[in-house]
């Protein structure tokens, strides 16, 4: 079946620009998962969604970042603003939801700010 | 605090040279105790999940075990495509996922 997919798969933007990173889970997991990976650091948690509801928003590292999860399935990751420290490779999980079940990972949006 | 800490950082084998990768965890109420491998330019990939301390699986030449403050990656004669980083991530009952910086394996033919 379909595995999580991501797009753009890469994305530069200048400085001060907005840019908008979606997610498709797999069909059926209730549950999504954003996570920001820089280079050599592990995966740092932004936010987490079960169905439309994030009841954990403690990840996001400013105001500037935003996520919303329409019907259950698609979530978009908005950054306003862009700053260069804000490059990275966003990476979505989803999962069947419940207590620890596996994390399926999309390949990643790359978005390098000039 | 809830922590993870994976050592070594980056190990070097030869190949059929096994080895074990340590994944030490500090948690509130551990839910479960993931794996994955992580191929450059991808995403991690699902290895094992793991519920108690005692608990074992196994995978081809992997073998995962855990204890109540460390879970252990055994590579049993690793072949070159076992080279990945490997990332060791815990949920706490808070349902809050850590994930470890991970381990950059180089298995050398």
């Known amino acids: 079946g379909a595995g999580v997919s991501q797009s753009p798969s890469n994305k530069v933007t200048e400085k001060g620009k907005d840019v908008e990173l979606r997610c498709d889970p797999i069909s059926g997991h209730t549950a999504l998962y954003w996570y920001r990976q820089s280079l050599g650091q592990g995966l740092e948690f932004l936010i987490y969604f079960q169905g439309n509801s994030a009841p954990d928003k403690s990840g996001l590292p400013s105001d500037r970042f935003s996520a919303e999860r329409t019907g259950g399935s698609v979530s978009t990751l908005t950054i306003q603003r862009t700053q260069q420290e804000d490059s990275a490779v966003y990476l979505c999980a989803s999962s069947p939801g419940g207590l620890a079940k596996t994390q399926y990972f999309g390949p990643g949006t790359r978005l390098l700010v000039l | ?109």
């Open chain 2, 1 to 109: 605090e809830d922590q993870v800490t994976q050592s070594p950082e980056a190990l070097r084998l030869q190949e059929g040279e096994s080895s074990s990768l340590n994944c030490s965890y500090t948690v509130s109420g551990l839910r479960g105790l993931f794996w994955y491998r992580q191929d450059p330019g991808k995403g991690p990939e699902f290895l094992f999940t793991l519920y108690s301390a005692g608990e074992e699986k196994e995978k081809e030449r992997l073998k995962a075990t855990l204890t109540k403050k460390e879970s252990f990656l055994h590579i049993t004669a690793p072949k070159p495509e076992d080279s990945a980083t490997y990332l060791c991530a815990v949920q706490a009952e808070d349902d809050k996922i850590i994930f470890g910086k991970g381990t950059r394996l180089h298995i050398l033919p």
